[in-house]
Structure formats: C-alpha cells, structure tokens
C-alpha cells in the first residue's frame, strides 16, 4: 500500500462528456477518478480513467466502471474507496444510484481540487492530441445562476472572527498541528513559500468543537467577496453568508483573495479556535478558488 494514502480514502470522480467527437458523431464520455491525495503526499495518487460509449451512459455502466476501478486500486495496492465526491450536480443522480450499487457514501461536494487539476490537464495536454478533438472555442454550459447567500447556520456561528494570512510553507507543517477536524491539501506545486494565504478565523469560547465538526459536514470549499459580503461556498451549490463588510474590509479582502487566486494557487484557509490566543485549532480546513470545467 501506497505510504501516503490512508486506508479508506475519498474518491473524487468526474463522470461526463469530453471535447470529442467519436466516429458515429456523438461526444465522448468519458469516467475520471482520483483519489484524494493526503496533505503530505509526495506522489500522484491512484487514477483510473475509461471511456463510456454515448448509447450506454447510465448509472448500470457507471457502477461497472467503478467496480472495475475499485478492483484495479486493490491490484496496485492501493486502498478501495471510503466514500465518492461528485462535483458535478447534472450528474449527482446518477452517481448516487451508482453508489449505492457499491454499498459507497457518495457526498455532493466541490472539494474535488485534485480531480479538477487533473482535469485540466487533461483539457491542456491531452484531449487536444485525440482524433475528433473540437478545436476552437465551444459554447460553455449554461452557467448556474447564483442564489443569494442564507446566513451560516447557528451551529456553525462563532462568537467573533477576523481575517489573516499565512505564509505558504506554514501550511506544509498542517498535519503536525493539533487540531481535532480538519480538511488539508497538498501544497501545489510550483507554490511559492512565501506566499501570503489568506483566510478566515473564526473563535468560539464553549463551542468551538461543535462548530468545527458542522462545519466540516458542509463541505468548505471556497471564500469570495460578492458586493460588501463575505460568502462561503460549500458542498455542490451552496453559498453561505459569513459577514456583512463595510467597503474598506470588503475591498482588502477582496484583493487579497485575488492575488491569492492569480499567485497562490487559489489556496484560502478556514480555522477555528476557543480565542485568538489559543494554539490548537478545533478545525482547520484549506481550500482552493480553482476553476471548473
């Protein structure tokens, strides 16, 4: 078994169709799925990719697929999956079906980082070099239209917050911390250590381990300014509202978070603690503001 991936890890998967046109006309479908790399993992973490044919996109294929997968893990020595991530809500449906099918968790969840850098790549590097590859530009998916954030639920309201920054190589020594939830990341590579990663600090003096074991049930992914608001998103498409801002506080942390996207990777932080004084953290979470295809 692969030293850096713990028994039972997460899976994320990608389930849909690619830029590529088949023989009979039609896109390609194509099944991606990475495991969630631990935070000091040095190597790629398992992968399987397998083409679906168009008339056979269902929940019956699908679950074979995984089967398959799942069996290949096992072969390469790697742990079968704890529970599947889906990013993609036109697809949640399906991929619950075949899940259960497994007898998996399947969660609806964006913090796929892994899986969509990866994806990437593969719309970079590889997808170009097919036969039928559909050069140029192609007319995106309709983009979701945003609800309004709803306020954070009161389980997961500190009594104060503040905003901060760490340096980059900080965060390489996360997993040595004390810390009772938590959500790491390997640090991207490329990552300058540095680098300033912005985040949120949220203080609880009675509840600080119930409010980090809610939060961690909502999936973080990332932090962004939206007018004079401070917004979580979570899960496949929530949005929760952290704080109303006045102009100069929405401003500082709207840049930082930018510069964070254009120089860091897209890395943020969430951290929650009894006080500003406290060194152990009851939950800390890292997160990424990276792009989805």
């Not at 969430?270 to 009851?282: D, N, R």
Request: hydrophobic share 45%.
């Amino acid at each position: 078994m692969n030293a850096t991936q713990t028994v039972g890890a997460d899976w994320e998967l990608d389930f849909y169709s690619r830029p590529i046109l088949e023989a009979d006309g039609r896109k390609r479908w194509e099944l991606l799925v990475t495991a969630t790399p631990a935070a000091d993992a040095t190597e790629i973490p398992f992968r399987f990719s397998k083409c679906c044919p168009s008339g056979e996109v269902n929940s019956l294929w699908l679950s074979a697929a995984l089967g398959e997968a799942r069996q290949c893990a096992l072969e390469a020595g790697w742990p079968a999956p704890r529970r599947l991530r889906c990013w993609r809500s036109s697809m949640r449906t399906m991929v619950q079906r075949a899940a259960t099918e497994l007898d998996l968790e399947m969660i609806a969840s964006r913090r796929t980082y892994a899986l969509l850098e990866w994806l990437q790549h593969r719309e970079q590097e590889v997808y170009p070099q097919e036969e039928g590859f559909m050069a140029g530009p192609l007319a995106p998916p309709p983009a979701p239209v945003a609800t309004p954030p709803v306020p954070l639920p009161e389980e997961v309201q500190g009594d104060a917050w503040s905003w901060a920054s760490l340096p980059a190589d900080l965060l390489g020594d996360a997993s040595d911390w004390p810390t009772s939830f938590s959500g790491l990341l390997p640090l991207p590579a490329g990552l300058d250590s540095n680098q300033p990663v912005p985040g949120l600090r949220l203080f609880s003096n009675s509840r600080a381990l119930a409010v980090a074991g809610w939060l961690g049930g909502l999936e973080p992914v990332r932090l962004l300014v939206e007018g004079r608001q401070l917004v979580l998103e979570a899960g496949q498409d929530d949005r929760w509202l952290v704080s109303d801002l006045d102009s100069a506080a929405a401003e500082a942390i709207a840049g930082e978070l930018a510069q964070s996207k254009e120089r860091g990777k897209g890395l943020q932080f969430i951290a929650i603690q009894t006080s500003p004084e406290e060194q152990a953290f009851a939950g800390f979470w890292m997160m990424r503001d990276i792009a989805t295809l």
